[in-house]
Each structure stands twice: as C-alpha cells, then as structure tokens.
C-alpha cells in the first residue's frame, strides 16, 4: 500500500503558514522556530542592532538559521539526511532542508526498528 504524507509547516508565532525553520542562540542554548517569511524578518531586524555590536563567540561552532545538521548524527540515532533518504524513497514529500518533521521521524524508527 502507498502513502502520501504531506507535512506542512506552520508559524509558531501566528499560527499562519511558516516557509523556514529559524535557528538562533542565546545564554548558551539553541533554539528553532518555524517562522512565515515576515516573521522570519522581523525576528531578523530585532536581533539586528545586537548582532552588529556583538562578537562570535570561540566556545564552539556559531548557531545560524545556515547551519546544515543534514549529515550529523544524533548520539541515539541516524542522521536527518538517513532520514530524509528513507523518507523519500518510502513515498513522504519532504523540503530538503529545514527541520524533519516528528512523524516522519517516528515512522521512520517504526520501520527500522
């Protein structure tokens, strides 16, 4: 039997359909946020003035909305690209990029298990 799931992301501020997953730091913790492309600027243009006056740090890798944890590993589990790979081949539409959705994670381990 076939699947077609489709995740869709929504805006944790609004509520309102979200395009990216916003990763930032703060007081040595990482954060994300599924954001709309407005509300991914306006969280932009308020960091703005600190992020100018602010320094990288050296304590480890800089936290950015860039940042690709594709091919990292979790200490318990395979890589988001392992995923990804499995996901595709198993009929689930998903971005290349971004957060991997909770379900597709669990029906991942579902499977693999």
């Known amino acids: 039997m076939a699947q ?3 995740v869709l992301l929504v805006d944790d501020l609004d509520g309102g359909e979200a395009h990216e997953t916003v990763t930032f730091g703060l007081d040595g913790k990482a954060f994300e946020i599924d954001l709309s492309a407005v509300n991914a600027e306006k969280l932009r243009e308020l960091l703005e003035p600190f992020r100018v006056k602010a320094r990288r740090s050296s304590a480890g890798r800089a936290v950015t909305s860039s ?12 890589s988001t690209a392992e995923i990804r790979e499995w996901a595709q081949a ?7 990029r971004g ?14 298990a």
Not at 67 to 78: C, I, L, V, W, Y
Not at 90 to 96: C, I, P, R
Not at 101 to 112: C, K, M, N
């Open 67 to 78: 940042t690709r944890r594709s091919a990292q590993k979790d200490e318990d589990g395979p």
């Open 90 to 96: 198993n009929g689930y539409e998903m971005k290349s």
């Open 4 to 6: 077609k799931v489709q």
């Open 99 to 112: 957060r991997v959705p909770a379900e597709i994670r669990e029906a991942y381990a579902a499977a693999t």
